[in-house]
């Protein structure tokens, strides 16, 4: 247990759906973060919110819309998706501030497009 | 173009005996690296870092060797235990460089076996 929780944990929909991914972390930190885990690939950074302002948007396509409505929640809305991306998407948190911070990551949710 | 790269997949070791997973980079701006440890159905989490002002980080078994000058760094597992049997990711910040983004390498398998 990280201190990181994410739901659903397994998500299935087709393409016309609309779903929304949900992210709480209760480790008192102040940035949040979505990555995408594709099979054999490295994690790839979505987007990255530090005291609930978004500072990275690392060039996802619009059908992902991240809000951080605190900064203990993030979520990630999920609309007209294609199969392509269907992979492990993992929240994660951090302190915002210092030399050096590790992050700490949800369990994931196992997204298929369909 | 990936700025942080494992090449190595996968890695069998028989318990008892060292792992060594290693880690490349191409950015001389990084300063801050991680090892990340996943199991089947979790989320990464954190294991060991070290900064660019050291060359060497132990925490029990593990200890994080970093070679700036070859842009190397990797990992010693003494003794390996089959529960170490997991992926292994490296990841690498630069504070001056994208200070919210963290580079992951594409993960190595170990396998310790009995």
């Known amino acids: 247990e990280t201190g990181v929780t994410q739901t659903p944990r397994h998500l299935v929909m087709g393409m016309t759906n609309k779903k929304s991914l949900k992210c709480e972390q209760h480790?008192?930190?102040?940035?949040m973060y979505w990555y995408k885990q594709s099979a054999k690939k490295p994690l790839e950074l979505m987007f990255v919110?530090?005291?609930?302002?978004?500072?990275e948007n690392n060039s996802v396509p619009s059908r992902f819309s991240p809000e951080c409505p605190n900064s203990s929640h993030l979520f990630l809305h999920l609309h007209t998706l294609q199969p392509e991306d269907s992979a492990l998407y993992l929240c994660?948190?951090?302190?915002?501030?210092?030399?050096?911070?590790?992050?700490?990551f949800g369990p994931g949710t196992r997204l298929t497009v369909t | 173009d990936q700025q942080v790269k494992q090449n190595s997949p996968s890695l069998s070791v028989q318990e008892g005996r060292i792992s060594i997973l290693n880690c490349d980079y191409t950015?001389?701006?990084?300063?801050?690296f991680l090892w990340y440890k996943k199991y089947p159905a979790e989320g990464p989490t954190f294991l060991i870092s070290?900064?660019?002002?050291?060359d060497k980080n132990e925490d029990g078994r593990f200890t994080v060797f970093l070679n700036k000058s070859a842009k190397h760094l990797s990992l010693h597992i003494v003794p390996s235990q089959p529960g170490d049997s997991a992926v292994y990711f490296c990841?690498?910040?630069?504070?001056?460089?994208?200070?919210?983004?963290?580079?992951f390498g594409s993960g190595t398998k170990l396998n310790v076996k009995p």
């Open positions: 994660a948190s951090s302190r915002n501030a210092g030399v050096s911070y590790e992050q700490y």
């Open positions: 480790l008192g930190h102040n940035a």
């Open positions: 919110y530090s005291l609930e302002e978004r500072v």
């Open positions: 950015n001389s701006m990084f300063d801050y």
């Open positions: 070290i900064s660019s002002i050291k």
């Open positions: 990841a690498a910040r630069g504070r001056l460089y994208n200070f919210n983004k963290f580079y």
